[in-house]
Every structure is written in structure tokens, then in C-alpha cells.
């Protein structure tokens, strides 16, 4: 991405009214990228461009029936066609990297098969490689950005994810990953609402990926037609937060679009290539602070943040810190998402932790923060009252016992 198409880009991203889905789609993956993550930034978006950008999670442009014929001629494993007994040519859905089609075997399973839309690698990573140019010159202007803001970070995460989700065989590998933890945890942790599709590793390859068909609705179309209870929610949490807060190795990706909520009730971890690794630092400072908050114990809460400086900063500065966050958090308790974002309080908090404290979030940290931004986009969406930090107090404590993080 060229300096001009980024500014004009940016232009698209922040002005009034509707951005141009279509001519961000055409600047390549990366713009697709990045605007499902501004999409996910209701602080600093209004909610109406916020909802319109959530759309391109799932609503991305398709291939011609043709196309993916001949891209299942080419790249699908030897015998795939044996297999197949019927293959829906209308996209089920398609997503930036790849697109869905329901088929059944010849055994009777129903399952969707995912291809891979184009050579999309070569571009995405030269896109980076400029982007990274121009970061890093605007970092030698600003470095507070490198520990603040952190385009650098973001866009290496961006590429991680991104070539991952590109060999369709990683989300093969991560499904299991993500199913060996919960299977580890079923003494002292269970998680009965989560499960995993069904994969075809035999009939798939880097380009081509067969799985099962899940009967549900996404958490994006539960949004939409209004149908997601608080309950579902806080357990998304809980599933998610143990993955983040307690193990350190959780889902990097996901979005309303990646999780399915199945017939049973069950939620369906969708698009499993970009499993992410926590710092433990950073991990665990934030579920302290977390679970201070929740209290209400704000000192305690604003001295855990201090876990994340590479050493605790002079008493003048901590002072400073503290009396800067205790504004940040003033009268937090009483106000619920819809009136203070947690997404904003964290932007707000991690730039004072910075500024302030010394701290240093890292390259490594910035998946995390991403995850708890798609969480408050959720509730933003559909229980703007809910005072969030109060209610993931529960889950937050059953975290520490059951995961034994009073040792930590």
C-alpha cells in the first residue's frame, strides 16, 4: 500500500458517512485487514461506521463459480472429486482469504469445503513491507507511538495472522491445539459450551480445507437479528478469558464471524489458524487489574499495571500514574459500556502506563488487547448497559482457582 492509497485510505476509514467497501476490498489484504480491526474501535469510530466495516468479517467479495472450479482442479488433494457427492456452487460465505461452499461426501457427511480465493501472499507482504516504512519513519518522528499506539506491533501481528490463515492446513493444527487445552482442563476448568468442527485433513491441503458444516448462526447474525443473551456472553468470556488470562494460548482472530453458536447451544471456535501466545507479564497484569477492578479495589488494580514495566518506576512517577488513572476511572462502577467503552479506557490506560509508569506492552502483547476490543465491540452492540468489568467479576475469580493462578 502506497503512501497516497493510504491516506486516502485513512480518508475512507474516518470520514462522515459510509466508507467505500469496494475500493477498500480492491487495495488488496491488508486494507481488509486493517479495517476489521478499526471495526472493532468503537472510541474512536462512530457505531453506525463501526457496523458497516463488521460486515466485510464475512461479506467479502466472491469468486466466480468458474474460478473456483478451476482452483479446485489445480490445487484440490489427489481424489478429492471422489469424495465429493454434491458441491454447492453459491458461496456460503466468503471472508478476505477464502470463501465457503456446502458439499456432502459420498459418505453423507455434510461439510463445507474453503478455498483459498488467489495468490494473495506475494501482494500482502509487499503491502507490509511498505507500511512498515512509513510506521517506522513516523515512529523516528513520535517514538512514544512504538509503546502507545504501536503500529509496528499491529502490523506484525497483521502478518502473523494473516500468512497463517493463508495454509488452510493451520487451522487444522490450531482446532487441535485449542481442543488439546480444553481436554487438559476438564478437572479443574470445564468448558462444555465449546467445541471444535470436525476436519478432513485427507481431503485438505494449503489451498483447500474440508470441514464440517455447523447448523447455528454466527455471533455476527445473532447481533443482527438481535438474539444473543447476556448469558451467552459472559460464557464467551469465560471460555475466551481462561484461554487468554489463564494458558497464555488462545485464538487470535476471534471476531463475530469466527465463532458459531450450534444448534446444541454450543460455541463453535471457526477460522482456527492464527492461535496467538500471551506474554505472561502482560497476561497476567491485565487479570489483576481486571479482577481489582471488578472489586473495586482501584489502587490495587492501578499497582498491578506496574507488573508490565521492565522495573517499578520512581515513587514521584508512580504518584503521578496513579493520580492520572484515578481520572481515567472516575466514576467507572456507575457507568455502564455504553457510556465509557472499555476499548477507550484501555487505549486511555495503556497510553498512561507509558507515559507514566514506564511500561512496555511489547510486539507480543497487542493480540490480547485485541481480543478484550472485540469483546467490548460485542457488548457495545448488544447490551450497551451492562457495566462490564462488574459483571466478568465471577468468571475472573473461578479463573484464578480453577487455573491456579494464585501461584502465578
Known amino acids: 500500500m502506497r503512501l497516497l492509497t493510504f491516506l486516502r485510505y485513512y480518508r475512507e476509514i474516518r470520514k462522515d458517512g459510509p466508507a467505500d467497501l469496494e475500493w477498500i476490498q480492491a487495495q488488496g489484504l491488508l486494507a481488509v485487514k486493517l479495517s476489521q480491526i478499526f471495526a472493532l474501535r468503537p472510541d474512536m469510530l462512530s457505531i453506525e461506521k463501526c457496523r458497516q466495516l463488521q460486515t466485510m468479517y464475512r461479506n467479502a467479495s466472491t469468486i466466480p463459480p468458474e474460478d473456483v472450479e478451476e482452483i479446485l482442479r489445480e490445487k484440490a488433494p489427489v481424489g478429492f472429486y471422489d469424495s465429493i ?93 485449542l481442543e488439546a487445552i480444553q481436554e487438559s482442563l476438564v478437572e479443574d476448568f470445564p ?74 447451544g454450543c460455541f463453535v471456535f471457526i477460522d482456527n489458524g492464527a492461535i496467538c501466545q500471551a506474554p505472561r507479564n502482560v497476561s497476567l497484569s491485565l487479570f489483576n487489574f481486571f479482577d481489582e477492578m471488578s472489586k473495586g479495589n482501584h489502587d490495587a488494580a492501578f499497582e498491578a499495571l506496574l507488573g508490565v514495566a521492565s522495573q517499578r518506576p520512581s515513587e514521584d512517577r508512580v504518584e503521578r500514574f496513579k493520580s492520572k488513572m484515578e481520572e481515567i476511572y472516575d466514576g467507572f462502577g456507575e457507568k455502564s459500556v455504553g457510556e465509557q467503552s472499555l476499548t477507550d479506557l484501555m487505549m486511555r490506560t495503556v497510553r498512561t502506563a507509558v507515559e507514566d509508569a514506564g511500561a512496555d506492552f511489547g510486539e507480543e502483547g497487542f493480540p490480547i488487547i485485541r481480543s478484550l476490543m472485540y469483546m467490548d465491540g460485542l457488548v457495545i452492540r448488544t447490551h450497551p448497559k451492562v457495566k462490564l468489568i462488574a459483571e466478568m467479576g465471577p468468571s475472573l475469580n473461578e479463573f484464578r482457582k480453577g487455573l491456579d493462578m494464585e501461584s502465578m
Open 85 to 177: 457427492a454434491w458441491f454447492d456452487e453459491e458461496p456460503l460465505a466468503a471472508a478476505s482469504v477464502g470463501q465457503v461452499h456446502r458439499a456432502t461426501l459420498a459418505n453423507g457427511d455434510e461439510v463445507v469445503v474453503k478455498v483459498v480465493k488467489a495468490d494473495h501472499k506475494r501482494k500482502f507482504q509487499r503491502d507490509v513491507k511498505r507500511m512498515m516504512r512509513m510506521m517506522k519513519f513516523a515512529i523516528s518522528l513520535s517514538p512514544k507511538l512504538r509503546r502507545v499506539g504501536n503500529p509496528l506491533a499491529l502490523l506484525r501481528h497483521v502478518e502473523d495472522y494473516t500468512t497463517r490463515e493463508l495454509d488452510l492446513r493451520n487451522e487444522i493444527k490450531g482446532g487441535a491445539e
Open 191 to 264: 468448558m462444555p459450551k465449546l467445541r471444535f468442527p470436525k476436519y478432513y485433513p485427507e481431503m485438505s491441503n494449503e489451498h483447500v480445507l474440508v470441514s464440517e458444516y455447523v447448523r447455528g448462526k454466527t455471533l455476527e447474525e445473532g447481533i443482527n437479528d438481535e438474539s444473543l443473551p447476556w448469558d451467552y456472553l459472559i460464557e464467551l468470556f469465560r471460555i475466551h478469558g481462561a484461554y487468554m488470562f489463564g494458558v497464555g494460548t488462545f485464538h487470535g482472530d476471534l471476531h463475530p464471524g469466527n465463532c458459531i453458536i450450534d444448534e446444541d
